[in-house]
């Protein structure tokens, strides 16, 4: 059935007869439609493909994520998703928390954790992250978009110019006839016909890949939110402003005693000192 309704339309000879009948203008058209629709299929490859990549990665990196218990398991075991946007949040996140743990620690019952300003670094670095990679998915859509919305009217633009050619040329040759049309008429739809092949495809393609890109970046927005909860739990000082001050004056005076005394061992066991270390 399919081979029977492609059939004519090919074997025919139809966009043939009407390429070779049209005008200057029109193959031109047709010309800038063709490198177009080549720079449009080129982006739906690449972006099907980097798409189907990160969702598969995704999945793969999520999974892994959530048999964690420490934000920075997976850093520590040294695993990478590649092509997954979340785990691009991740390794940044984590890069930039490892470094206030080993730079700027507070010591709270010999455990490190990190200031409520680190901590701010921290959400920076993920949303900079989640910015990227949501742009990183959507670069090369202008060029979709520009298909869809272009093509149809640059067609038309061909048609109409090849019609006005047409109909000039009937008039100049004073035999307004059918036959005399007909030609003209042809070379000048095929711009139209052009400009829609070229759009069509697109179009069903930008479609797809919005709601892919949306989905993907709402995604990352909801992990963002949630691994920066759990970093705040497990690595943050959260401690009273009172009981802050409370320790700091223990360890203060824990130091002075020590200072008197001479003892260093005392000295480097204290926390205020530790910490500088």
Partial sequence: MTTMLIHPILASGALQFAFEKATIEGKITIGSLFILSMFSWTIIITKFRQLSIARRAAKKFFAAYSATRDPLD?????????????????????????????????IV????????????????????????????????????????????????????????????????????????MAPGV????IATVTGLL????????????????????????????????????AYVDNRPLSEELKQANEALAVSLVAALKGDENVLRNTPVFAAER
Wanted: charged share 20%.
């Fill in 186 to 189: 042809a070379g000048a739809l």
């Fill in 74 to 106: 997976i850093k520590r075991k040294g695993e990478n998703y590649e092509g997954a946007p979340a785990y691009q949040l991740y390794s940044r996140a984590a890069d930039e928390l490892d470094y206030h743990l080993k730079h700027n620690p507070v």
């Fill in 198 to 233: 070229v759009a069509i495809p697109a179009m069903f393609a930008y479609n797809f890949m919005v709601t892919t890109i949306r989905h993907i970046t709402q995604e990352l927005d909801g992990y963002a939110t949630r691994y920066a909860t759990q970093i705040e739990h």
């Fill in 109 to 180: 019952k010999d455990r490190r954790r990190i200031s409520a300003a680190s901590f701010e670094a921290v959400k920076v670095t993920l949303e900079e992250a989640a910015a990227t990679e949501a742009m990183a998915l959507e670069k090369g859509m202008i060029v979709l978009s520009t298909a869809v919305a272009g093509g149809p009217f640059i067609g038309l633009l061909g048609t109409v110019w090849g019609v006005m050619e047409t109909f000039a040329g009937i008039a100049r040759a004073n035999a307004a006839s059918l036959t005399a």
